[in-house]
């Protein structure tokens, strides 16, 4: 599995900002999607958002959208998370999950939903105060 490193979390304040960095420099293939997850405790692994590199197809779940934003830099091979807005509901363990299959124009979502198999980082905390 290729490495997958991921960084940006931290402790702020309802209503900051934080932007989570998801890099996987080593890879070589050309066409892959990267998503975010985040898993609060007693809580389900939830999908926050996906974005197909060749694609340039993007998904954000309810929760997220119109607060968060993902985008890349292709040349770092680094996927980020801008997080706006933050409350303390979106307190989580979030994990970055590479999927290194082509998409042959199938939206990201659509793949993960599929059960392609991902390669998964880390984990960072996010932890939002009241």
């Known amino acids: 599995e290729v490495p997958v490193v991921e960084s940006g979390g931290g402790l702020v304040q309802a209503g900051g900002s934080l932007t989570l960095s998801c890099a996987a420099s080593t890879i070589t293939f050309e066409d892959y999607s990267i998503a975010w997850f985040r898993q609060a405790p007693g809580k389900e692994r939830e999908q926050v958002s996906c974005?197909?590199?060749?694609?340039?197809?993007?998904w954000y779940t309810d929760s997220v959208e119109g607060r968060f934003t993902i985008s890349s830099d292709s040349a770092k091979k680094t996927v980020y998370l801008q997080m706006n807005s933050l409350q303390p509901e979106d307190t989580a363990i979030y994990y970055c999950?590479?999927?290194?299959?082509?998409?042959?124009?199938?939206?990201?979502?659509?793949?993960?939903?599929?059960?392609?198999?991902?390669?998964w980082g880390q984990g960072t905390q996010v932890t939002v105060s009241s």
């Open positions: 999950a590479v999927y290194l299959v082509p998409s042959d124009g199938v939206p990201c979502r659509r793949i993960i939903l599929l059960g392609t198999k991902p390669t």
């Open positions: 974005l197909g590199i060749s694609d340039r197809s993007v």
